[in-house]
């Protein structure tokens, strides 16, 4: 596994579908691929900790006109996605290494339309509740990324982020558009929300957990 990892992090660099953060790098945010003139008019949807982009994969192959972004910070983990995307001919995703923290040095004020939190790491002890995706202090990454009534889409097999979630987008004075505790139960026709299922969702399907889903907006 090391010595695949090891393969992976050199591939990675040779990728055209590959942005890496630098240290000390002040571009501004319009000089960068997703705001090339090929993808003017275009939406662009970020996926949160893509990992191996499965998500972004398959968001883009049914969304041609829109541009995903899937950002992780594990390179090992995002070339698998941006070499099947290189494979499959999928020109409307690319990816970007860096923590998610620092997404406002890449992106533009109100130039994002939708944010997807596919399975985030949950946090469960206390200490570590401001590294939740859904703390305040990415909630106002967000709402600044966002275009006016853009939507951040959650999905979950924990009960505790999901509650969590809900408690943060209402103190922050966001709106939950849509929620369910049982997505795959749930009439649901949002493009992602059941139609696209990863390899994780899968391993928490196996074991009989339900998939969460929540919907809201920031701004």
Not at 28 to 55: A, Q, S, V
Not at 117 to 123: K, Q, V
């Amino acid at each position: 596994m090391a010595k695949n990892k090891l393969h992976r992090y050199e591939r990675v660099k040779h990728l055209p579908n590959v942005t890496f953060s630098v240290f000390g790098d002040s571009r501004l945010p319009c000089t960068y691929p997703w705001y090339d003139e090929r993808y003017k008019g275009m939406e662009r949807i970020l996926e949160l900790g893509c990992g191996k982009g499965e998500h972004s994969l398959a968001f883009a192959a049914a969304n041609p006109l829109k541009l995903c972004v899937g950002i992780d910070s594990k390179s090992h983990r995002i070339c698998v996605g941006a070499e099947k995307a290189v494979a499959e001919c999928l020109e409307n995703v690319l990816f970007l290494r860096v923590r998610i923290e620092r997404i406002k040095e890449f992106f533009a004020e109100n130039s994002i339309h939708e944010i997807w939190l596919t399975f985030p790491d949950p946090h469960l002890k206390n200490r570590a509740i401001k590294s939740r995706l859904s703390a305040p202090l990415f909630l106002d990454l967000y709402a600044h990324l966002l275009v006016p009534g853009g939507i951040v889409h959650l999905k979950t097999d924990s009960d505790l982020f999901y509650d969590y979630t809900g408690k943060s987008v209402e103190q922050f004075g966001g709106r939950v558009v849509a929620a369910s505790d049982n997505i795959h139960a749930t009439d649901c026709n949002l493009p992602g929300a059941r139609d696209i299922v990863s390899a994780f969702e899968n391993t928490a399907l196996s074991k009989g957990l339900n998939i969460k889903y929540m919907a809201f907006t920031l701004n």
